[in-house]
């Protein structure tokens, strides 16, 4: 019997009255939610009462969104794409270049790539694809997935417990690999997540592999590289990626995976992806080939980060080395409260993340401006 969205939801413990309430929607996040599947309109009708009580001034560091937004290429693409046809006719099909684009980027053959309507929804097909009451999720914990039957927890540095993780694999349907990880924004190397991979598949063949790479563009540290080759070389591994996060599209709805056509074809038959549409293949491509400004978005992120981090620090919160737009600090004390304390004061940051939720909270980076404004209210919320 397939997980389907429904058994999901109950293990997650809620129940369909609850759904919709604006602390439900607070309390998860809407990333957490899009990746499990609601959108509907109650989901929206509770996120437009939650953002009709955010002042318009509101820096929100919540979602770990992009905020310097896509590169100026992409938006002179989409400025000079639409005409009139486009709007009155069918649009002349374009996935086929976008999906060229991403083979090319990653040196594989097209048939490799598979696309979709945000990576949330390859996630979602994954579960349906390979999870089932007798096969389970393996999962870091916390993780972005939750509700695993197999919760591994992170280490006490905060990194996945890739050895346990391993061993929990036997007889799971599938291992989900969140690299760099979130919420602890920590992650490995190439050799170590190869190493795990090829360990899970040699001792649970049938066993599948996500590895998430959503936040991988923003990892500076060596050794870190992506499990697109393993994912072409070894079957039912893949790997997928988010135009949400560093090309700063996160509202264009675009994400893709890789890895070897039969398992692509399952996750297609398991769970509707979505289409690309032509715009969006157009800014997709130009978002890929500018590989400068992606290099600057790197860049610019960690000069942030760095200095962010260095504040905490000198005011006595610490936090893992973070890889990602987002940093996970150590507060002693439930985040709940800080995110309270710091939306009375303009400031939005992320959601609880179990197990951790009374001890950490995770804050997304902004622009230079943003996290200075803000590093003013965490300042005054954690030294009062």
């Given at each position: ?7 999901f ?18 309390g998860h ?12 309109l109650?989901?929206?009708a509770?996120?437009?009462r939650?953002?009709a009580?955010v002042?318009?001034d509101a ?7 992009n905020?310097r937004?896509?590169s100026?290429r992409?938006?002179e693409?989409?400025?000079q794409?639409?005409?009139?046809d486009l709007?009155y006719?069918?649009?002349v099909?374009?996935r ?8 090319t980027?990653?040196?594989v053959e097209p048939?490799?790539v ?7 929804a390859?996630l979602?097909a994954a579960?349906?694809a390979?999870?089932?009451d ?5 999962s870091?914990n916390p993780?972005?997935?939750?509700a695993a039957?197999?919760s ?5 540095d905060l ?15 599938l291992v989900?690999?969140?690299n760099p990880?979130?919420?602890?924004s ?6 170590d997540i190869e190493?795990a991979?090829r360990?899970?598949k040699?001792?649970s063949p049938d066993?599948a ?6 936040y ?5 540290a060596?050794?870190?590289g992506?499990?697109?080759q393993?994912s072409?070389?070894?079957p039912?591994v ?9 090309f700063?599209m996160?509202?264009m709805?675009?994400g893709y ?9 399952r ?8 289409s690309?549409?032509?715009?969006q ?5 130009a978002a ?6 992606m290099?600057?978005e790197?860049?610019?992120?960690k000069r ?7 504040q905490?620090?000198?005011i006595?919160f610490?936090?893992?080395a973070?890889q ?5 600090v150590?507060?002693?004390s439930p985040?709940s ?11 939005l940051?992320?959601?609880d993340?179990p197990?951790m939720?009374?001890?950490?909270a995770?804050i ?5 401006e943003?996290m200075q ?5 965490f300042?005054?919320?954690?030294e009062?």
């Amino acid at each position: 019997m397939s997980l389907s969205r429904r058994a999901f939801v109950r293990r997650l413990g809620l129940g369909s009255a609850g759904l919709a309430s604006a602390s439900f929607i607070i309390g998860h996040g809407r990333e957490e939610l899009v990746a499990l599947g609601f959108e509907d309109l109650e989901l929206e009708a509770a996120m437009q009462r939650q953002r009709a009580a955010v002042p318009p001034d509101a820096i929100k560091l919540s979602s770990n969104e992009n905020l310097r937004g896509p590169s100026p290429r992409v938006i002179e693409v989409l400025k000079q794409h639409p005409s009139a046809d486009l709007g009155y006719g069918y649009p002349v099909p374009s996935r086929g270049a976008f999906t060229q684009a991403l083979a090319t980027a990653h040196n594989v053959e097209p048939q490799h790539v598979i696309t979709a309507t945000g990576s949330g929804a390859i996630l979602q097909a994954a579960q349906r694809a390979y999870v089932t009451d007798s096969r389970p999720l393996v999962s870091g914990n916390p993780s972005y997935m939750r509700a695993a039957e197999r919760s591994i927890p992170v280490n006490s540095d905060l990194y996945l417990d890739l050895d346990g993780m391993v061993d929990a694999s036997d007889g799971a349907g599938l291992v989900f690999l969140c690299n760099p990880n979130n919420p602890t924004s920590t992650i490995h190397t190439l050799s170590d997540i190869e190493t795990a991979v090829r360990t899970i598949k040699r001792r649970s063949p049938d066993t599948a592999v996500l590895i998430d790479e959503a936040y991988i563009h923003y990892a500076t540290a060596p050794g870190v590289g992506s499990g697109d080759q393993l994912s072409v070389e070894l079957p039912d591994v893949f790997m997928t990626r988010t135009f949400s996060k560093a090309f700063g599209m996160a509202g264009m709805r675009m994400g893709y995976g890789i890895g070897q056509p039969e398992t692509l074809q399952r996750l297609r038959q398991a769970w509707g992806l979505g289409s690309i549409n032509e715009l969006q293949s157009v800014a997709g491509i130009a978002a890929i080939e500018d590989t400068a400004h992606m290099e600057w978005e790197r860049q610019e992120n960690k000069r942030i980060r760095d200095w962010t981090l260095s504040q905490f620090q000198e005011i006595g919160f610490g936090a893992p080395a973070s890889q990602t737009n987002f940093i996970f600090v150590e507060l002693g004390s439930p985040a709940s409260e800080f995110r309270e304390a710091c939306r009375a004061n303009g400031i939005l940051v992320g959601r609880d993340f179990p197990p951790m939720e009374q001890t950490h909270a995770r804050i997304s980076l902004g622009r230079m401006e943003d996290m200075q404004r803000a590093m003013e209210v965490f300042k005054k919320v954690l030294e009062t």
